[in-house]
């Protein structure tokens, strides 16, 4: 597996993303997995796959707290398109049970409250939705904060036991936007508002100049990474790490 990595990782510095996408498809037997939030990388990342038929499928973590926005570009991607976006909800009792202990806006009092939300609603459905895959495909782009500033093209995940690959790991936000608009990618009308970044509605807002792309998530976390545990490692970092199986914890949740 880490000859593999190692491999799809030298390559990918001299392939586009349609090639890198490609790449992976014929190399990783399997399932593999790209997991959409419907931002301006995963409509590219969409678009890609989509429009020249690569067999990886794509899905969504639906939250139930996603914008109004976000739920008419998935719809008008699906019809675009002509595909069906698999959602992944989030477990009904532990989301009962989470809105009876901490209330409905919990999120807001504390980070623990905070990272219980983030985790009934996205980390939990994120391992249904990897279940049995390969290799799971992000839009993660390197420059999207300091913290992401480590993202590699391909590592491994070893609490999945999968390949996680970021085709977009090398892009500026610019030369993400350059292509998507020159493709015709429908794009969520947030962006043009100051949301570079998209999550759930109560827990994202625009972002003022000079903010780096992630600042308007949980904006009023202040000493915390920007993230909500779908790609922390166990020791906070961003970077995907070789890891063996043996405990370690891949998310930070
Ligand atoms: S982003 Fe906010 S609403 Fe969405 S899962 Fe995390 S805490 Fe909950």
């Known amino acids: 597996m880490r000859d593999l990595v190692s491999l799809l990782n030298a390559e990918s510095h001299r392939l586009d993303a349609l090639e890198r996408l490609r790449r992976l498809r014929e190399t990783v037997q399997g399932r593999i997995v790209f997991t959409t939030s419907f931002g301006l990388e995963d409509q590219y990342l969409s678009h890609l796959i989509f429009s020249q038929d690569i067999a990886i499928d794509v899905v969504t973590l639906d939250t139930g707290r996603l914008f109004a926005e976000t739920y008419a570009l998935w719809q008008t991607t699906e019809e675009k398109y002509g595909r069906r976006i698999r959602a992944y909800h989030p477990d009904a009792n532990a989301l009962q049970e989470m809105i009876a202990d901490q209330g409905v806006n919990g999120f807001y009092h504390s980070l623990d409250a905070r990272k219980s939300c983030c985790g009934v609603r996205k980390v939990k459905p994120l391992k249904r939705a990897l279940e049995g895959a390969s290799a799971w495909v992000t839009g993660l782009r390197g420059d999207q904060s300091e913290a992401r500033g480590s993202v590699d093209f391909v590592s491994f995940e070893a609490g999945f036991g999968l390949i996680k690959a970021n085709p977009l790991a090398d892009f500026s936000r610019a030369h993400v936007d350059a ?34 792309e992630r600042a308007g998530r949980w904006w009023w976390e202040k000493d915390e990474k920007k993230e909500c545990g779908l790609h922390v490692a166990a020791d906070g970092s961003i970077k995907p790490r070789f890891v063996h199986s043996d405990g370690d914890r891949p998310w930070a949740v």
């Open 179 to 212: 292509a998507a608009h020159a493709a015709g990618v429908p794009l969520n009308p947030l962006h043009a508002r100051g949301f570079p970044s998209i999550g759930c509605a109560p827990c994202t807002r625009a972002i003022k100049p000079g903010e780096d």
